[in-house]
């Protein structure tokens, strides 16, 4: 892995391949692992960039008080100090809320979305029920070993035909996840709700979900897709909320190439 500079954050990354640069944001008890098969279907024909999240695998901790804006600032970051010009951005679950940040908060640093299993925010997305249910869970975990909860969360996540060497590196990745960035993330993130931002993102954008998702409700990706001006929703039939992989890959690499030149 190589790690850039940004503000007062090393951020690692793992880089592959050339062409169209495609920026991948994992999700929550995750890291760049997540994207481990992705990165090198992708990577034969683009410039495939995934990032640790401040906070996640081998980038630093990220700053106690950080706020929306504060993410949406370290990606830009991220991406300016790779050099990358205006990449494909494709978020998985709390990675999809990261890549409508950036859109909100830094629309020209970006040529188009893709959203798997997204939320426009945890408030955006789910019932008041759901959000307290999730965020009372969210908080009862912080303090105990993950080993305590990974299995009942990755059923949560993956079918149950998935791969069991795709489980095994997610459960890798859970267990080393750091409790100080949950805090973090509770803070800057959980009441947010995106919705308003979506009628204004003016960039191609894909939304991918897994049919069997249990995490991301259908009509939540649905709303997104139907709010975002340029947005196209597609559904892959037996996968979970993680929906990556060799059908979510083809759906990419056909998105990314009928996509207009670069200005």
Avoid: K, N
């Avoid at 495939?48 to 630093?60: E, I, K, L, R, T």
């Avoid at 709700?193 to 009628?199: E, G, T, V």
């Amino acid at each position: 892995m190589e790690t850039v500079r940004v503000d007062a954050i090393d951020v690692a990354y793992r880089r592959s391949g050339a062409g169209t640069p495609i920026v991948l944001l994992h999700s929550a008890f995750g890291d760049s692992c997540d994207w481990a098969s992705d990165i090198v279907a992708l990577g034969t024909d683009h410039e495939v960039v995934a990032w640790d999240a401040p906070g996640c695998g081998a980038s630093s901790d990220v700053p106690a008080g950080w706020t929306d804006r504060d993410w949406s600032d370290a990606l830009a970051g991220f991406i300016t100090g790779l050099g990358l010009d205006r990449p494909v951005v494709c978020g998985l679950s709390l990675g999809s809320v990261m890549a409508l940040l950036l859109a909100r908060d830094h629309p020209r640093a970006l040529r188009a979305l893709v959203l798997a299993g997204a939320y426009a925010g945890w408030a955006g997305s789910l019932s008041a029920a759901e959000f307290d249910r999730r965020v009372a869970s969210v908080e009862a975990t912080i303090d105990r070993p993950p080993a305590d909860w990974a299995d009942a969360f990755l059923e949560s996540v993956f079918p149950p035909d998935v791969s069991a060497e795709r489980v095994a590196a997610a459960r890798a990745s859970l267990l080393a996840w750091r409790p100080a960035t949950t805090r973090v993330l509770l803070s800057s993130l959980v009441s947010l709700d995106l919705r308003p931002a979506l009628p204004h993102i003016d960039v191609p954008t894909l939304v991918v979900r897994g049919e069997a998702d249990q995490r991301s409700p259908w009509r939540a990706a649905l709303a997104i897709a139907s709010t975002i001006p340029h947005a196209r929703f597609v559904e892959l039939p037996g996968l979970g909320h993680d929906c990556t992989g060799p059908g979510f890959d083809v759906l990419v690499r056909d998105f990314v190439a009928r996509l207009p030149a670069a200005a």
